[in-house]
């Protein structure tokens, strides 16, 4: 069983920072293009920024220049730092990972975390 546990996230005043990391653990044989995702009240879930195994970003328009991707292979964690927060950026922000499994499975498969809530209010 793959599992992504998300850390980080909470509230912080517009223009301030914050940190969010997400660790990959199970029964993985490799991991492919790991990102985070956002979903606002009301709204669809999004794409914030991705990274793929081999290091290339990916941003929403909205984020780039202000959020950095990026990850630790050897310990199946990306992060996110978040700098120069507006409002527009509270939503539940959610880790995606594509995994495959170890053999016999040898599936990829795409895995979510369970979501943490960030909140840039004053």
């Known amino acids: 069983q793959v599992q992504l546990v998300e850390s980080g996230g909470g509230l912080v005043q517009p223009g301030g920072s914050l940190s969010l990391s997400c660790a990959a653990s199970?029964?993985?044989?490799?991991?492919?293009?790991m990102g985070w995702y956002r979903q606002a009240a009301g709204k669809q879930r999004e794409l914030v920024a991705s990274i793929t195994s081999g290091g290339s970003t990916n941003y929403a328009d909205s984020v780039k220049g202000r959020f950095t991707i990026s990850r630790e292979n050897a310990k199946k964690t990306v992060y996110l730092q978040m700098n120069s927060l507006k409002p527009e950026d509270t939503a539940v922000y959610y880790c995606n990972a594509w995994i495959k499994g170890r053999p016999p499975s040898g599936i990829m498969r795409e895995y979510w975390g369970q979501g943490t809530q960030v909140t840039v209010s004053s």
């Open positions: 199970g029964s993985i044989g490799s991991i492919n293009t």
